[in-house]
Structure formats: C-alpha cells, structure tokens
C-alpha cells in the first residue's frame, strides 16, 4: 500500500465542521446508574452465522423480551435489557416508556412503586429500578423506541461465550434508543410467569443416543439439579452421569454442528444444556434436544432448580 | 440410490452423517445450492463440520423429504461422475491470500518434530494451497485442510491461555489464523496483521467454508 499517496491535507481540511451531530437534547437515551449483578443488552439474535462460528445468541426468555417489546410498542425483535436477578437502576434522558416483564420483580419509579408487566412512562430525569425477582432469573426491560446500540451481524445481541454486541452495562453507559414509533399497548392484564419447583424438560431424542446405553430410560429416571456453574452459554447439571454404551466408551467424537437445547453429554457424564450462547459446534455427544417451548424455562430456572427430563423420539425416523 | 444417514437434532434440525471431508463439502455446495434456489427455503443454517452438516429449519418447516431428495440428486450426480466426481458449484471459490511473518513461539518446535529447518518449515507452510474446511471455536476461526503431511502435528501438551489474534497455528491436519485474542492449544508458526473476522465489516469473516487460502511470506 502507498501511503504517499494519501495528501496530508485534502479538500476542506482545517475547515471547522459546522454540521453538529446528535444534539444531546435531541438525542433519545438512557443512563445506567447501577447494573447488578448482570445487565445485557439482548434481541432475538443473530441467527444464521453458525457456519462461521457464530453463536446465535440473543434473549433467553425470548417471549417475556416480545412482550415487554409489545407492551412499549416496539416490534418484538427490538433490542432490549436481559437484567440477571435484578438490582438495575437507570434513569431516562428523555421522554420513554419503559416496561418491565420476567419473573415478578418490585418496579420503582423514582421509588414509587408500579407494575410490572405494564407500560410506564418515563419524563426525562426519571429514574426506574428493579429490585431483586424471588423466583427466576432474568427480567427484561423494553423501552420505546428499541435500544438502538450499534449492531454486530445484525444483532445488538450481547454474546459472552464470543464477545460479540456490547459488554455487559456498568454504571455510566449511556445508551440511546431509536425512534418511537408504535403505540403502546397496555394489556388489561399480563399473567405474570411462575417457574415451577421442578423443571420438566420435554426432548427429542439424538442425534447421538445410540452413544449411551438405555439413553430413554436414563434420562427419564434420572433426577438432577441445575448447577451454579450455569450462564448464558449452557446450564450444567448436577446428579447422575450418563455412561457411555460399551462400543463407545474412549471414542472420540469429530466435532459437529449443536443447535440451541442440545444436551450434551461430556467424559465426565453430566449433562449439560446449552443455551442461546452456545459453541456452534461441540466435541462431545448430543443425547438429546430439549424442545423450543422448554428453553425460556431453561433460561429462568436458578442454580438448585430440579430437572427432570421427558424424552420422545421422533416420529419420523431417522 | 445410496441413502444418506440423517440424525435428528430436536424438531427443526438434522446431522448429514458422512465419511469424509470431501463428501461434507459437496454436502454443503449441494444443500446451498438448493436453498440458493429456492427448493429449501425454509433453512436458516447450514453448518459443515469434520464428518457432519448441520441442517437447520426455522421453527416447524423442517422438510426432512426435500432435504432427502437433494442429498439423493447430489449422489446420483456424483456417481455419474460429473466433473472429476466434484460438482461445480454456483460461485467458484473465493481466493484468499494471507501475508504472514513466520515468526511464532512453536517454529522450532515445529522445525524438529518434522525433522526440517525452520525455512523448509516457512516454505511448506506458505506453499501449500488450503481450503476452508469449515469454521468454529470462535467466529471467524477457519479450520484450513491441505496442510503438508510434516506439518501435521499435534496439539501443545498444555494450551496457552492467551494466544494473539493473527497467530497462525497448526494442530493435526488443519491450520488456522486466531482471529481474536483467546486460549489456544495449537502449535503457532507465525502471525498476520490482516484482520480475519469483523462483526461489523460486510463479510465480516475473511474465511469461509469453501474458501480458497494461500499463506504468502511477509516481512
């Protein structure tokens, strides 16, 4: 490359910029003043890159994100905050509406208490906290308008297991929210979730059960808990390992593609579920696929949560 | 007709279970193909790996017939022995030429297991022609086949717990450029200052499964 080519000073150079770019009070936004434990941004991800290496990433409980986005009138792929067992505060720069869905959770507003499960309006100056969910995990927060972060791949996603989306959020980051443009829809009434005492995870069978001996009968009388070394990539259990069918024990298995739910079953025989943030691809056998409708229940089920598995083949063989 | 083993991964996805690199990659051209033609539409991931492709269906509209019928034609039009039993894919493969300096911790290492200089080692490494076999470990993370048979070589005894991004490494049959900064176990025999994956550049991965890759030697 020739950088001499490059002038040292092009047409305009010197001139003061008089375009001024994102006047602050123009500009839709928020503050972080206390993230907790852990706040990320997160959308529906960004499916479609496994053939690169990329996670899909995205919401673990992707319906209380949608919701959240439909009761602040965002479409629901807008960007949002996944808040790991509470204790966010933030404060509006600017006129918003806020909603707050997950597990129940107290919501103050400039410490009076409103509804979760509901729109807020946010004034500028406003402050929102989240105090600490007694059941479940994650609560996510919608704000009108989307948090309009730069994407990676199309997604605002924030992926831990590669770095992809922003860093989790610490106290000072100010993050500015798109255009509002839908209306509110303040459902007369929002279930709130109740996670159950024991997680009943339904699975599709392989593609690497014929790996284990009884895989059916293992995983449906075995009883595990989920561990505290669990996060966004996967939840680890704690309980019976799964031995190897005799063909297959000190096999090595060449690295395959997994999909999101994949129970993968390492040398050690305790399972692990992967979650959103999963590796593309894995070395270990898969016994089974937990079905879609049991991941936001994965993603909301705390370190000590039973689980049980219920394990179907599919109905259409191989 | 030979059938091809499909696994089921849950409800919307399947394993294309196959025997060879070469045969996930036609695997891979075919069922891309396909879906650049409309005849999958409903697939949202396809993911090569050692002895696999990943299938993967938006939620319900996993079409296990369709998909059986295009591994089928695939077959049918290897055994007639189109084009030296390859087929030719849509879009020839990109090229993609990757300066290196060979300058990494492990040349020497590598230089005595393979019982060569550390030039022989650079001249072998940069001569070879590769091919993206597929990608994983982190994005971006390119695992290139073609590697000549004294570089093969096995991993390090104890990982690193940081290898630079740009490191360029060997580990079995494939090499590979560490596209971010992460724990690696793999033999470095060099570095390149080319930026091999970026969310935010348009592609964003430099290497890509069917890519074409030379080394070339730099500085």
Known sequence: MNSDSTPPTGPGAGQTRTTRVGEPSAQRAIVVKRPGPQALVEDLGRPGHAHLGVPPSGALDAPALRLANRLVGNLEDAAGLEVLLGGLTLRALSSCTAAVTGPAVSVLVNGHATDSHAPAHLAPGDELTLGVPSTGLRDYVAFSGGIAVPPDLGSRSTDVLSGLGPPPLAAGDVLPLGPAEGLPCGADEVPVPCPPDELVVPVLLGPRDDWFSDAAERLRRGRWLVSSQSNRVGIRLDGPAIPRAEPCLGRELPSEGMVTGSVQVPADGRPVVFLADHPTTGGYPVIAVALPEALPLLGQARPGTAVRFEPTRARSAR | ?219
Request: glycine fraction near 10%; aromatic fraction near 6%.
């Open chain 2, 1 to 219: 007709m030979v059938g091809v083993e499909l696994r089921r991964c849950g409800p919307d996805a399947a394993l294309v279970e196959l025997g060879s690199l070469a045969e996930v990659d036609a695997v891979r051209v075919a069922v891309r193909d396909a879906v650049d033609r409309g005849r999958l539409p409903d697939l949202v991931e396809v993911v090569p790996a050692a002895r696999t492709v990943l299938v993967v269906a938006r939620p319900g509209a996993l079409d296990l017939s369709a998909l059986r019928e295009v591994l089928a034609a695939d077959r049918a039009e290897d055994a007639s022995g189109a084009v030296d039993g390859r087929r030719s894919p849509t879009t020839p493969p990109r090229q993609v030429v990757l300066p290196v300096v060979y300058d990494g911790p492990d040349l020497d290492l590598v230089a005595s297991m393979a019982g060569l200089s550390r030039d022989e080692v650079v001249a072998l490494h940069a001569g070879a022609r590769y091919r993206v076999a597929f990608c994983g470990f982190s994005p971006g993370f390119g695992y290139l086949v073609g590697l000549p048979e004294p570089l093969r070589q096995p991993r390090l005894d104890t990982p690193r717990t940081a290898v630079p991004a740009g490191a360029v490494g060997l580990a079995g049959e494939f090499t590979a450029v560490y596209p971010r900064s992460s724990p690696g176990g793999w033999r470095l025999v060099g570095h390149t200052n080319v930026t091999v994956f970026d969310p935010r550049r348009d592609p964003p991965a430099l290497l890509t499964p069917g890519d074409e890759v030379r080394f070339e030697v730099a500085g």
